[in-house]
Nanobody, 124 residues
Framework: QVRLVESGGGLVQAGGSLRLSCAAS????????MGWFRQAPGKEREFVAA????????AYADSVQGRFTISRDNAKNTVYLQMNSLKPEDSAVYYC?????????????????WGQGTQVTVSS
């Protein structure tokens, strides 16, 4: 099993940057697809980015393409989300998630394990 703990959230001005981290425990991390999702108040949870086990394949939501970068370090059991050019509409609780299937998928029900989330607030 994989346990996930996110960190790195906070308050930032529009145009600024943050880097989220997700530390994983468990032997299956290095083989899992890792994803980032977010949920703003009153909205459904939405896909942000995903990365395969090697880091060689990634996927992004259109709304963050070109601004966010997902990466992973399997030696450190950690996945990252570098967020640049942040906008107020990026404000949300950000969750990392693990999917043992090996496929890059964008829907949240595909992911078996979830972290507790970290708040990102972007002020205008």
């Amino acid at each position: 099993q994989v346990r996930l703990v996110e960190s790195g959230g906070g308050l930032v001005q529009a145009g600024g940057s943050l880097r989220l981290s997700c530390a994983a425990s468990g032997r299956t991390f290095s083989s899992a697809v890792m994803g980032w999702f977010r949920q703003a108040p009153g909205k459904e949870r939405e896909f942000v980015a995903a990365i395969n086990w090697s880091g060689g394949s990634t996927a992004y939501a259109d709304s963050v393409q070109g601004r966010f970068t997902i990466s992973r370090d399997n030696a450190k059991n950690t996945v990252y989300l570098q967020m640049n050019s942040l906008k107020p509409e990026d404000s949300a609780v950000y969750y990392c998630a693990a999917d043992a299937s090996g496929y890059l998928r964008r829907y949240d029900r595909a992911y078996e394990r979830w972290g507790q989330g970290t708040q990102v607030t972007v002020s205008s």
